[in-house]
């Protein structure tokens, strides 16, 4: 059974004392049970949330993690790292690190495989660009980055993956996809699935929505079939925002 999962995705937001206030203020909230809770504050301030959210059923993501183990990779931070200060989660494959850092999907397989070899649970980000959409290849982006991207998998991993559809053109734009356009590229997600693997794997996968999402329209994006939650940038960064669109599920 595939469960509703909600993510905050920080981005290179909030300092330790801003991550605190947030936490703070999200812990007062009054939040449904039946959804799955992440927040994904950066690097810095992963230890101090988990810690923070001992407490709370709220999970805490990374937002980016290298491949290797460990090594000569100044700058980067390994799976193993992020486990030992309690991340059991991690974002890979934001259209962010596509487009600002060149992360391609051969190095996000790679990226991929550390991960499940870590026993981390990864939330897979996706989505085409707007040129796309104009000239109508948007499920054929979405198809290859996956195929490239996460479809070598073994059947058995897919436990441990959520899916997030998140067409750039949407992100921080304020002009979200339309329900009906979410859902559409999401039941066309869950039938390549279900070709590639089989129905299992695409009835219970998750599949989180990304991209404007905002407490006035999470209830109606969220109402369809195929949507099981959402990956949220700007509002996510307020406890009452966020919260809304939790309970949107209720
Ligand atoms: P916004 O909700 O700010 O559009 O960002 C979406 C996103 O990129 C989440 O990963």
């Not at 100044?74 to 992360?103: D, N, P, Q």
Request: with cysteine.
């Amino acid at each position: 059974m595939r469960r509703n999962i909600v993510a905050g995705n920080w981005k290179m937001n909030c300092d330790i004392s801003q991550t605190y206030q947030l936490l703070d203020a999200l812990k007062e909230q009054d939040i449904t049970d039946d959804v799955s809770v992440i927040v994904a504050p950066p690097f810095t301030n992963l230890q101090s949330a988990n810690q923070a959210l001992l407490d709370t059923e709220i999970l805490v993501a990374a937002q980016n993690m290298h491949q290797e183990a460990t090594g000569a990779y100044t700058g980067e931070v390994s799976a193993a790292m992020l486990k030992s200060v309690g991340v059991e989660v991690v974002i890979l494959g934001h259209s962010e690190r596509r487009a600002i850092f060149g992360e391609t999907n051969a190095l996000l397989a790679a990226k991929v495989n550390t991960a499940l070899e870590n026993e981390m649970t990864i939330i897979f980000c996706f989505g085409e660009e707007l040129s796309d959409r104009k000239a109508g290849n948007h499920f054929d982006v979405v198809r290859q980055q996956l195929q490239e991207g996460i479809f070598h998998i073994e059947k058995e991993n897919w436990n441990n993956v959520i899916l997030a559809y998140e067409p750039v053109w949407a992100i921080g734009t304020g002009e979200t996809a339309t329900p009906d356009q979410a859902q559409e590229m999401h039941h066309f997600i869950r039938n390549t699935l279900s070709e590639v693997f089989d129905t299992d794997v695409s009835q219970d996968v998750s599949i989180l929505y990304g991209g404007s999402v905002k407490p006035g329209n999470a209830k109606e994006i969220f109402g369809k079939e195929d949507v099981d939650g959402g990956l949220i940038g700007g509002a996510a960064l307020n406890a009452t925002d966020f919260t809304a669109i939790i309970n949107a599920f209720e």
